[in-house]
Antibody
Framework: EVQLVESGGGLVQPGASLKLSCVASGFTFSDYWMSWVRQTPGKTMEWIGDIKYDGSYTNYAPSLKNRFTISRDNAKSTLYLQMSNVRSEDTATYYC??????????WGQGTLVTVSS | DTVMTQSPASMSTSVGERVTVNCKASQSVGTVVAWFQQKPGQSPKRLIYLATNRHTGVPDRFTGSGFGRDFTLTISNVEAEDLAVYYCLQYDSIPRTFGGGTKLELK
């Protein structure tokens, strides 16, 4: 069974940094592209970026490229999202999704990030 | 950026009815479109990929169609469990972009 489990969310102050993790199981993690997507409290969905199966290439939403970094550790079957200089508009539920069976085929349960002082 | 204009924003239906959700892309995306279902308190689940292909285990009452700029998700014989929010997504180009969502409710 494919499982994606995000963690690392919580309450963070504006301007701080935060690193989210997504542990994958049930498939060969190192064979697939992975993506991060977020959903605002108003339910708007926003794609953040993708990372190639070997970590050698990334795509980002232009509006987030300067503050967010996606990485992965295939030995640990873990995907990461490093967020820096967070803002109130970054408040959202963050999901990782797998490229197994095609793009955005499987999603984790999400981790909530709340940016507030 | 490719804007995905999804309509309607919400709709009411009855069990057994047929409903359609539409997405219009601001430029051609070929068939590189997916549809997702999100029930309250749950993460999104992929229903359709590459415009017309059902994800594993998705009932055949869900049908995707379209090419280029215009895409449709059709739910035939709506069941109570289909009440959810539906989103389209184009993943043909960067940035990948979602529609605004369609909330399906019972009359």
């Amino acid at each position: 069974e494919v499982q994606l489990v995000e963690s690392g969310g919580g309450l963070v102050q504006p301007g701080a940094s935060l690193k989210l993790s997504c542990v994958a199981s049930g498939f060969t993690f190192s064979d697939y592209w992975m993506s991060w997507v977020r959903q605002t409290p108003g339910k708007t969905m926003e794609w953040i970026g993708d990372i190639k199966y070997d970590g050698s290439y990334t795509n980002y939403a232009p509006s987030l490229k300067n503050r967010f970094t996606i990485s992965r550790d295939n030995a640990k079957s873990t995907l990461y999202l490093q967020m820096s200089n967070v803002r109130s508009e970054d408040t959202a539920t963050y999901y990782c999704t797998s490229g197994l069976s095609g793009w955005f085929a499987y999603w984790g349960q999400g981790t909530l990030v709340t940016v507030s002082s | 950026d490719t804007v995905m204009t999804q309509s309607p924003a919400s709709m009411s239906t009855s069990v057994g009815e047929r409903v359609t959700v539409n997405c219009k892309a601001s430029q051609s995306v070929g068939t590189v479109v997916a549809w997702f279902q999100q029930k309250p308190g749950q993460s999104p689940k992929r229903l359709i990929y590459l415009a017309t292909n059902r994800h594993t285990g998705v009932p055949d009452r869900f049908t995707g169609s379209g090419f280029g700029r215009d895409f449709t998700l059709t739910i035939s014989n709506v069941e109570a469990e289909d009440l959810a929010v539906y989103y389209c997504l184009q993943y043909d180009s960067i940035p990948r972009t979602f529609g605004g969502g369609t909330k399906l409710e019972l009359k």
